[in-house]
């Protein structure tokens, strides 16, 4: 798994939790009482769960210590568990397993995807959101920047940064297991006052294994250089000078 920077993933805290809200309103469930947010980074998308269902008892698991220290300084009354979600098994079930953003980092969603709603208790749901923009500029072109001559030699096999599927694959894994199935698509148009937010966005995520792999920080400034030069024809300024950033996600909630 990446390294990870929680001030630097903050920077964009409300682009970021907007899904995890819209996530959560989209749950049909009155009162799940215990909760688990696979993923849980910081701790901002468990608020938004604490927020939806105050009564709950929620627990927060995710692989940074970096991450979980934020999420226990600023949010200590609640349970929190440095594990892998890719192998994480609840002790009992939960009445609502939610992730935003984290399944993406995991391989073999036909596997992990049923394994995970197995976690989830009689009468509960599954909820989950995964970035749908694999091939949008900004993954293809740092694909692209690694196998260039210039920086090739620095990565060996490329690491496997992304894993998501269709809404189809999606259905078709939950739906033999599940009461209801609801999929959706959302593509969040975000407003960024420079090329440099989007440079920086992708700093705090999914650039994290492709800099992980370079040798030093005077490495990272160059990558990053030329990354920016790559994605400038892409984001063009407006008319105020901000640039439109789109990131289409795809969403899922599987009722047990």
């Known amino acids: 798994m990446p390294t990870w920077d929680a001030t630097l993933y903050l920077r964009f805290e409300k682009e970021r939790l907007q899904p995890a809200i819209d996530l959560a309103a989209r749950v049909a469930l009155d009162s799940p009482q215990r909760i688990v947010d696979l993923g849980c980074g910081p701790g901002t998308s468990t608020a938004v769960l604490a927020r ?103 990565f060996g096999s490329p690491p496997r940064t992304w894993h998501s599927h269709t809404s189809e694959f999606y259905y078709d894994v939950l739906s033999p297991r599940a009461s209801d199935v609801d999929i959706w698509t959302t593509e969040y148009l975000h407003v960024l006052d420079s090329l440099d937010g989007v440079v920086e966005w992708y700093r705090g995520t999914g650039l994290r294994p492709w800099l992980d792999a370079l040798p030093d920080e005077d490495a990272r400034r160059r990558f990053l250089a030329d990354y920016r030069r790559l994605l400038a024809p892409h984001f063009a300024p407006r008319a105020d000078g901000r640039v439109l950033f789109p990131f289409p996600r795809l969403f899922i909630v599987a009722y047990r």
């Open 52 to 154: 939806r269902w105050p009564g709950a008892a929620l627990t927060g698991v995710d692989t940074s210590q970096a991450m979980l220290a934020t999420a226990r300084n600023d949010f200590p009354q609640w349970e929190w568990i440095a594990a892998d979600i890719g192998t994480w098994e609840a002790h009992q079930p939960f009445n609502l397993v939610f992730s935003n953003a984290a399944l993406q980092w995991v391989p073999d969603h036909r596997r992990q995807f049923a394994r995970l709603f197995d976690q989830v208790a009689p009468g509960g749901a599954f909820a989950a959101q995964v970035p749908d923009n694999r091939d949008a500029p900004a993954h293809a072109l740092v694909r692209e920047l690694a196998s260039s001559e210039a920086w090739r030699g620095f």
